[in-house]
């Protein structure tokens, strides 16, 4: 429990230190391979409003969540950095913050997410905040 | 089929007026903290934080989880003043979480606190047109 919230913590101080910065929207996604023989493979993180107004067109991120009518649910979470650096990682049949949590991202949303090597996601933070809002207020 | 027809043509023409007269005004709820007696009470819409004049203010939530069995919620704030106000939760409920999932930009953002423990005792979401 202390492990997720200090994680949760350093996640939320990535997203108020991009808002503290004036430019408020923009959070473009990093992508971090970490070396072999770490227990998290990869990590990204970055607004969907950052990764949309960069100037190239490499860049994005994003979540989707899926369900079958027989109760199976599989979320999924990716992000390309400005150099084509690829991460991603996914959950079958995730918990109610999970599923609830990735259904909720629009132009407001921070995400944060780390895989391990077997492309499980063992850790996932959706951030809504006013500061991740464009100039246009889209 | 006849009376779906005709309630569908109803809502349709009052939708149009609403549109003529380009729909209640925003509220402009900026960002507000206030502390006493052990809370404090965070509030703000998404987009008066965003378009206020200053570039201080600010207001949001997070939802985090290990994907086994840990979940974690926060919102926080900043006010024009600079003044913040932080809390969260490690045992959410549903309700809470299903709240949550709803922040976006067209949010009012309500929450209050126990400034001693920082453990959110209320979290409320409301989502309308005047908050645009």
């Not at chain 1, 990535?14 to 070396?35: E, R, W, Y």
């Not at chain 2, 309630?7 to 502390?35: D, E, H, K, M, W």
């Not at chain 2, 600010?58 to 003044?83: H, L, Q």
């Amino acid at each position: 429990m202390k492990n997720i919230a200090i994680i949760a913590a350093l996640a939320a101080s990535l997203d108020v230190t991009g808002a503290a910065h004036a430019g408020l929207s923009t959070s473009p996604p990093t992508v971090v391979i970490l070396s072999p023989g770490n227990s998290i493979a990869s990590q990204g993180y970055g607004a969907l409003n950052g990764a949309r107004r960069t100037s190239d067109k490499t860049q994005s991120i994003g979540c989707e969540v899926a369900a079958t009518f027989d109760g199976w649910k599989y979320v999924s979470c990716y992000a390309r950095n400005a150099q084509g650096n690829y991460a991603s990682c996914y959950k079958v049949v995730p918990g109610s913050l999970q599923a609830l949590a990735v259904s909720a991202v629009n132009t407001t949303t921070y995400i944060y997410f780390m895989g391990d090597r077997s492309g499980q996601c063992t850790y996932l933070s959706l951030t809504n905040e006013s500061a991740l809002l464009s100039q246009a207020g889209n | 089929m006849n009376k779906l027809a005709i309630v569908t043509a109803l809502i349709t023409s009052l939708t149009a007026t609403v549109g003529a007269y380009a729909g209640a005004p925003p509220l402009r709820n900026p960002v507000n903290i206030f502390t006493a007696n052990g809370s404090s009470l965070a509030s703000g819409t998404f987009d008066a934080a965003r378009h206020s004049s200053d570039s201080v203010q600010y207001i949001g939530c997070s939802m985090a989880t290990d994907t086994v069995s840990s979940e974690y919620v926060s919102c926080f704030a900043r006010n024009s003043s600079g003044a913040t106000a932080y809390c969260y939760s490690s045992s959410p409920t549903l309700a809470t979480i299903e709240a949550l999932a709803g922040v976006n930009r067209t949010s009012y953002i309500f929450f209050k606190l126990n400034t001693t423990t920082g453990k959110c005792t209320e979290i409320t979401i409301n989502d309308q047109s005047t908050n645009l």
